[in-house]
């Protein structure tokens, strides 16, 4: 055979453009088997729950990252998080997966925008070359380093060995006074104590402090320090001092050795120490109203020590560089002129840029990473890879179009197309069809949500899914009409001169009674006004993006409330007490504690988790199970969906008001197919927030806010949401939506239009009015692509 002969076969190496998956069973995943093109943009697509996630992240990408992980000797990988491999028979034919999730950046006060993204580091290094006068390494203008001192002897053990003396400095450019936080807390005493009544006669208004309590009450009553018969406010300076600031000492209290410290530092360790998320609803609201956090007045919440922003280039510091809007930053650093730092200014500039070409230019880097949207975050995130010469390459995304107006999208299709385009294999998780549209292939789980999904339903092209009959196919083209009328509304809710973030001193009436959509370009601004600038009392139940705090222990029935009034109506049943029937307490199965499973800890390999043998992964003692309700035990129950146990407790020897009103609740939501005990994470983004729903759809408040109700919903359920929504409000309830989703803009009664723009170029009002004067006008962007939308 010729040389000639012999290329033209194809080679061996270019036979693997397919990544194969057989037997997927992950979560819901019903024995799964797909197979995904190399280097094409392939988009997953199913009603939410469908196992979308658990395709795409919980099995291709887990096990990529799996494998890179093992290329790591063992020393690095104790450091590592250790991953189980996933329940799935091959996985052929992957590669380096990079994952751009909805996971919210962390909440630590002390991360930023800029220190999440790396452009601080490079500033910071900038100002340490070029800063006037100079103060030192980049660590002197970090605001998560503290300035130390230390001086001393020091021993080094090597030949003859002698002491020598020692200082040690390093320059930090934390603030003194807030730790680099930019705020400082104040607790507000008044919320702590009634200072007319001595503690007695109960002085404490904090929840949970009960007057015959060893640890709490009696040890302040009893310590000797203060009187406890003399009212608070007539204490003298000394016993104030010892009451509210005294050190931790040993006391003795009935005998009793305790511990007795003042009352301020006491409430910090024992409330402020934990999360706010974590905390039982009443303590949350106590911490809410007893801590108030004010700008830091020595850093006028800058973070930075006065040495930092006192060092300058061309009359900028860092502190100012950090508060720009990035577009106008990236414009500073370009003017910059300075060959013994060009390369520094070369990437900085072009991480800056990067920040502008997705959308997210109205930022400014010291925003607190918390405070960003879930769009916002996997944004943010993105900004690493837009400029990497990586190639061959898996990026899998979660919903990329969260958080954004239709004009943004167009913006972020081009994006995925360009790093197609540079030999990389894209995987999107997504329920838009203007995303949907761009796909080279696309794969529709379905066709319902939890046990009745975790099946491919169809695999192919996109005018393939069109006519392939599947619940999306059937959605893909359903476009909402306007509504022929809409609602009077019932009064107003004044917001007067809000000036928060980017707004410039919005006045607005928000109607009230009717569906008010809040809307406007991503940045500009609708954050702000409705959750920063509602006036406080003015019965607000706020369901936002956040993400649901939960061990493997929580689920549905113990987030929403539910298993208080089962456990009850068992324990009445059967004469015994409630806390038998919880997995976390009495009730728990002595060899797992309740978990169901058994850890094994492998140090740097992964655990591995068996069902407990003893409970079989009931969670609960077998004399518990003896107990029936209704003809069923406490783990029955937890196995039931919610429709199956709306019916249970609805009727019947098991009739449970109670139980009857959470579970009809859930079910309004379309969580329906959710089992009582599934742990809380499994679910997927769209169902923890309609479980946040469901739950504050309980509260007293007559107006809700919800922020982007649509996230993680298929078309085929945002038709679900809009019944809710007008069920709200025909019972009397106020409903404020912030959206983008045109199917929920035209179903409004009024529409608030946010912009012209992002960041300082938003911040107005644009228009306020009926949907179909909005899209009558075209004035703005978002009535050009609702008049699009609905074709008038």
Excluded at 137 to 148: H, I, R
Excluded at 350 to 366: A, C, K
Excluded at 641 to 668: C, K, M, N
Aim: proline share 4%; hydrophobic share 40%; charged share 20%.
């Amino acid at each position: 055979m010729s040389m000639t002969e012999r290329s033209s076969e194809p080679h061996a190496a270019d036979s693997h453009d397919l990544i194969r998956v057989l037997g997927a069973r992950v979560n819901n995943l019903k024995d799964v088997s797909v197979e995904i093109p190399k280097r094409r943009l392939t988009v997953f697509t199913g009603v939410s729950g469908s196992g979308k996630s658990s395709l795409v992240f919980g099995t291709i990408a887990a096990e990529s990252q799996r494998m890179i992980n093992e290329t790591y000797s063992a020393f690095v990988q104790g450091f590592m998080p250790t991953q189980a491999r996933p329940e799935v028979d091959v996985l052929e034919g992957l590669t380096t997966a990079i994952i751009v999730d909805q996971q919210r950046m962390g909440g630590d006060p002390r991360s930023t925008v800029g220190t999440a993204t790396d452009a601080n580091a490079m500033l910071r290094i900038l100002f340490s070359r070029l800063g006037q006068p100079h103060i030192g390494s980049p660590q002197a203008f970090s605001f998560n380093v503290a300035t130390v001192r230390a001086s001393g002897a020091i021993t080094v053990e090597r030949g003859a060995r002698k002491a020598e003396k020692a200082t040690f400095t390093r320059i930090g450019g934390m603030c003194v006074r807030c730790e680099g936080r930019g705020a400082v807390s104040d607790i507000d005493l008044t919320q702590l104590y009634d200072d007319s009544k001595s503690l007695a006669e109960g002085a404490f208004t904090i929840p949970g402090w009960k007057s015959d309590s060893f640890w709490t009450v009696r040890v302040y009553a009893e310590s000797g320090f203060v009187d406890p018969d003399k009212p608070i406010r007539d204490y003298t300076k000394k016993e104030l001092h010892d009451f509210l600031y005294g050190e931790p000492v040993k006391v003795k209290v009935d005998g009793v050795n305790l511990t007795y410290e003042g009352l301020i530092p006491k409430i910090q360790k024992s409330f402020l120490s934990k999360d706010r998320e974590g905390m039982q609803p009443h303590i949350r609201a106590f911490v809410d109203r007893a801590v108030t956090f004010t700008t830091c007045p020595e850093c006028d919440g800058t973070r930075l020590s006065e040495a930092a922003r006192s060092s300058r280039i061309g009359g900028v510091s860092i502190a100012d560089a950090c508060a720009m809007q990035i577009s106008d930053l990236a414009g500073w650093v370009r003017g910059l002129d300075e060959p013994s730092v060009a390369p520094l200014l070369g990437t900085l500039a072009h991480t800056l840029d990067s920040f502008v070409e997705i959308g997210l230019g109205y930022l400014s880097l010291d925003r607190p990473a918390g405070t960003l949207s879930g769009g916002e975050a996997q944004r943010v995130k993105m900004i690493r890879h837009l400029g990497s010469s990586l190639t061959d390459v898996t990026y899998v995304f979660d919903e990329p179009t969260i958080g954004l107006h239709p004009h943004d999208i167009q913006r972020m299709n081009n994006l995925l197309l360009r790093l197609r385009d540079k030999g990389n294999t894209v995987l999107v998780v997504e329920h838009k069809p203007e995303t949907i549209v761009i796909a080279d292939h696309v794969v529709d789980l379905g066709p319902g949500a939890g046990t009745a999904g975790g099946t491919v339903c169809f695999e192919g092209t996109v005018e393939g899914l069109r006519t392939g009959g599947t619940i999306t196919g059937r959605h893909f083209d359903d476009r909402s009409t306007l509504k022929e009328t809409v609602r009077t509304p019932k009064g107003t809710l004044e917001i007067r001169g809000a000036d928060r973030h980017n707004l410039q001193n919005v006045d607005v009436d928000i109607p009230l009674g009717v569906l008010v959509v809040v809307t406007g370009v991503a940045g500009s601004g609708k954050s702000s006004l409705i959750h920063g600038s509602i006036p406080r009392g003015a019965g607000v139940v706020s369901v936002d993006q956040s993400a649901i705090r939960g061990s493997r222990r929580s689920n549905p029935a113990t987030y929403t409330g539910l298993l208080e009034p089962i456990r009850k109506a068992f324990a009445k049943a059967n004469g015994v007490k409630p806390a038998l029937f919880s997995a976390n307490s009495e009730g728990a199965c002595p060899e797992c504690n309740g978990a169901g499973v058994i850890y094994t800890d492998l140090a740097m390999m992964a655990g591995v988790a068996t069902v407990c043998e003893e409970c079989e992964g009931k969670r609960f003692q077998a004399s518990v199970l003896e107990y029936r309700f209704g003809g069923r035990d406490i783990s029955e129950v937890l196995a039931m969906s919610v429709v199956e146990a709306e019916e249970f407790f609805g009727a019947g020897e098991a009739r449970t008001p109670a139980a009857h009103a959470i579970l009809g609740r859930l079910a309004d939501v379309g969580l329906g197919y959710l089992s009582l005990g599934q742990p809380l994470t499994t679910l997927s983004g769209g169902e923890r927030q309609r479980l946040k729903l469901a739950t504050h759809m309980a509260e007293k408040g007559g107006v809700y806010v919800l922020d982007e109700p649509t996230t993680g919903l298929h078309l085929a359920d945002v038709e679900q949401l809009l019944g809710l929504l007008d069920r709200l409000v025909d019972s009397g309830k106020s409903v404020i939506v912030i959206e983008h989703h045109q199917a929920v803009m035209a179903h409004a009664d009024w529409i608030i239009d946010l912009g012209p723009g992002a960041g300082h170029d938003g911040g107005r009002i644009v228009f306020e009015g009926t949907p179909a004067d909005l899209v009558a006008a075209r004035s703005t962007l978002t009535g050009e692509h609702l008049a699009a939308y609905v074709g008038s």
